[in-house]
């Protein structure tokens, strides 16, 4: 099997030749650590590295996607991600506040991770100026240049979940959940807007080139869901039916990520069109039973711990947690595996190959032990 139809079958819920492996985001600084992990001594001298947020395609933008263009070949990484690039403005007098295309105010973590701290919508009287914003066609060159240079993987594209949206555009979580009780009109209005703008940059991802959709957004802590059961389905779940409808009409599979523990509510996100779940976060849920759940319908990624083993562990460590987690979920196919969460600056670049490493030595069918 080639890289693509690998992944693919996995995603349909197949047993493939081996167990596909990939992770969706990696910023400048987990590139290099991984690069440097892998090609040692080859790799030059590179700039400071830059924010999430610092987004302009300049030659250094375009040098840190080649070079994981290599780290993904040199691997025989499956898939690769890709997201829109935001434009974001610095606001004067404060380094760590930027503004995007919404008009939602973010504050930079040290790494550069944006977090919303005030929305441009206070009551129902923004929402006509939400409804006049349109995704903006430059911020998909990132998306065009990758699927140009590897078009032989799986081009997987990140869309904000409607829901992470609604309480980035009121510029805080505590701000929109207690809406639900107070002024559920209001919070069905604002859920419509934003669905309908994700809606258009999913069109537009498609028409260059992606081919399977993640839906960003969390909807948990560790001990359960942001929200009520009842709420997830009145407030959130027709509109995760919608974009899911709308991706199936185009034959496009669509996953939905999430940290936190989601069982309460992981029986209608697969009533709402779900295939996969991403990423099975070890710290609240078992893969092993959510594996066993959801065999038959819907494939699941994940989890080799981000938090600890990752950042901490030793190669061998990661060796055998990977091992370990392919013989418990990989067997009966629908198993695609990846960090818990992302390869964040965190990682240490040699456990990074490492894991990518045992995956392909312990993630061939028919799987060892089982």
Not at 18 to 37: C, E, G, M, N, Q
Not at 66 to 88: H, R, V
Not at 184 to 193: E, N, Q, S, V
Not at 256 to 275: P, R
Request: hydrophobic residues 40%.
């Amino acid at each position: 099997m080639n890289n693509r139809e690998r992944f693919l079958s996995a995603l349909t819920l197949k047993e493939p030749d081996r167990v596909p492996y990939f992770d969706f985001f990696l910023d400048d600084i987990s590139i290099l650590k991984a690069a440097k992990a892998l090609f040692a001594e080859e790799i030059p001298e590179m700039k400071a590295m830059k924010t999430v947020v610092d987004h302009t395609l300049d030659d250094d933008t375009y040098k840190y996607q080649d070079l994981l263009f290599e780290i993904i070949k040199k691997m025989d990484i499956d898939a690769i991600g890709s997201w829109a690039l935001n434009a974001y403005e610095r606001i004067p007098d404060k380094e760590d506040l930027v503004k995007d295309d919404y008009g939602i105010v973010w504050r930079l973590s040290k790494h550069g991770e944006p977090i919303p701290v005030e929305g441009p919508v206070k009551d129902e009287s923004d929402l006509k100026k939400i409804t006049t914003v349109k995704p903006d066609h430059s911020n998909f060159k990132l998306l065009g240049y990758i699927r140009e240079k590897v078009p032989e993987r799986v081009l997987i594209f990140g869309l904000t979940d409607p829901f992470r949206l609604c309480w980035s555009l009121l510029g805080g979580l505590e701000k929109f959940l207690p809406l639900y009780l107070t002024n559920p009109d209001f919070c069905l209005k604002l859920t419509r807007i934003a669905t309908d703008l994700v809606k258009q940059e999913f069109q537009l991802a498609i028409d260059l080139g992606a081919e399977v959709f993640i839906l960003e957004g969390d909807l948990a802590f560790t001990a359960g869901p942001f929200m009520k059961r009842d709420h997830y389905r009145k407030f959130v779940q027709p509109f995760h039916h919608e974009i899911c409808e709308m991706a199936h009409k185009q034959d496009v599979p669509m996953i939905k990520h999430s940290d936190g523990n989601i069982w309460m509510i992981l029986d209608d996100l697969i009533e709402a069109g779900f295939e996969a779940f991403h990423p099975i976060e070890p710290q609240c849920m078992d893969i092993t039973e959510v594996k066993k759940h959801l065999t038959g319908k819907a494939c699941i990624f994940g989890n080799i711990d981000c938090m600890h083993l990752l950042p901490f562990g030793t190669k061998e460590e990661v060796a055998a947690s990977v091992k370990e987690t392919i013989q418990k979920v990989a067997p009966g196919g629908g198993y695609i595996l990846c960090s818990s969460n992302s390869i964040h600056p965190g990682c240490k670049g040699e456990n990074v190959i490492t894991m990518f490493e045992a995956a392909k030595k312990y993630g061939a069918y028919p799987i060892e032990g089982t």
